[in-house]
């Protein structure tokens, strides 16, 4: 399959760049004039850059041409690396227009990055959460113009997919992205540094494979998953965090161990993602061979 990455040349972009090769694809690598790399370590010609600009739409219709899906991950990553205004407008136009510019070329399934933070989280003054573990039906009380504009994403996202019923549309609420769990975790020490995020992670391997198993998800439609690993990065008990540092939020669901703050069943029975796998093996679901819906 040829496969559009958006934000190709950063931290995640590299790894799904990469492990779409791994498994078969043809990529088109996109990002911005700056950002295109002089040389990407991948062999000659296995990957096509396209530079753009993807808030302007006359930009983004020819990088997105004579590609098969796309794979949305550029984005300002952050609420505070730029004015608020500017992280909000670059989220936004930037998913609406390659959006638009999928169904103009008739993209056969699409994948986007969002966060766990589209229901608040490590940006919000006061973080609610109604239950744990976090679910993806838990409704949002972002406040700050990351999560907001990956909330927006979502329901752009959403959007699209009602007007093309037959076409995957997958939203991946990804968090702090790690090379493994070696990298991700922290002492007990650091446990008041994440509770508004829920202690959470992922590695960029499994966070990649969920990318390309969504892109040959079974059925239609918007879905949005939480693609968080299975332990938390701390080392302290989750009950023991969730008492200490939650201690109003009802426990619907095992909290056992260093389990995870976020449900993932989801992502294993519809996409088949295995999140306590740090580092998969290549899939036959993510493989260029595999079957993509229409
Ligand atoms: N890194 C994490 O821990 C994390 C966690 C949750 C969600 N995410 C999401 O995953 C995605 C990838 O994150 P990342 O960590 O690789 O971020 P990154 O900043 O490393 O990469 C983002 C890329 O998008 C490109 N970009 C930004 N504006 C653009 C524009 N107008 N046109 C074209 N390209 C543009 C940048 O040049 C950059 O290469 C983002 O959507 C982010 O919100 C990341």
């Keep these: ?19 779409a090769l791994l498994a078969g694809h043809d990529v088109v690598a996109i990002d911005l004039p700056a950002a295109v790399p002089q040389d990407d370590g991948h062999e000659a010609g ?24 796309m794979v949305h991950l550029a984005a300002i990553p952050s609420a505070h690396a730029l004015p608020e205004p500017q992280v909000h407008a670059v989220n936004v136009s930037s998913t609406y227009n390659v959006l638009l510019a999928a169904e103009e070329h008739g993209l056969d399934a699409v994948c986007s990055a969002s966060s766990v933070n589209a229901i608040g989280g490590i940006f919000s003054a006061r973080p609610r959460y109604d239950r744990f573990p976090v679910d993806e039906e838990h409704p ?67 966070a990649a494979a969920a990318v390309l198993l969504a892109l040959h998800r079974g059925h239609p439609g918007h879905s949005v998953y939480n693609i968080v690993a299975k332990r938390t990065g701390s080392s302290t008990l989750s009950a023991e965090l969730a008492r200490h540092w939650h201690p109003q939020v009802p426990i619907e669901g095992s909290l056992a161990g260093t389990a995870g703050f976020y ?6 029975v519809e996409l088949g993602w295995d999140a306590g796998d740090e580092h998969p093996a290549i899939s036959d679901g993510e493989r260029s061979e595999s079957a993509v819906p229409r």
């Design 140 to 206: 949002t009380y972002c406040e700050d113009p990351y999560g907001l504009s990956k909330w927006i994403g979502e329901q752009q996202s959403a959007s699209f997919a009602r007007r093309r019923p037959g076409v995957p549309f997958s939203a991946l609420r990804l968090h702090a992205l790690r090379d493994d769990y070696e990298s991700a975790v922290w002492s007990a020490a650091e446990d008041e540094f994440r509770w508004r995020d829920l202690w959470g992670w992922v590695s960029f391997d499994s």
């Design 263 to 268: 449900s993932t069943e989801k992502a294993l």
């Design 1 to 19: 399959m040829r496969i559009a990455v958006t934000g190709a040349a950063g931290g995640f972009g590299r790894h799904v760049v990469a492990r």
């Design 46 to 69: 296995a990957v096509e850059w396209r530079a753009a600009d993807l808030v302007a739409i006359d930009e983004v219709r020819p990088a997105l041409a004579g590609v098969e899906a």
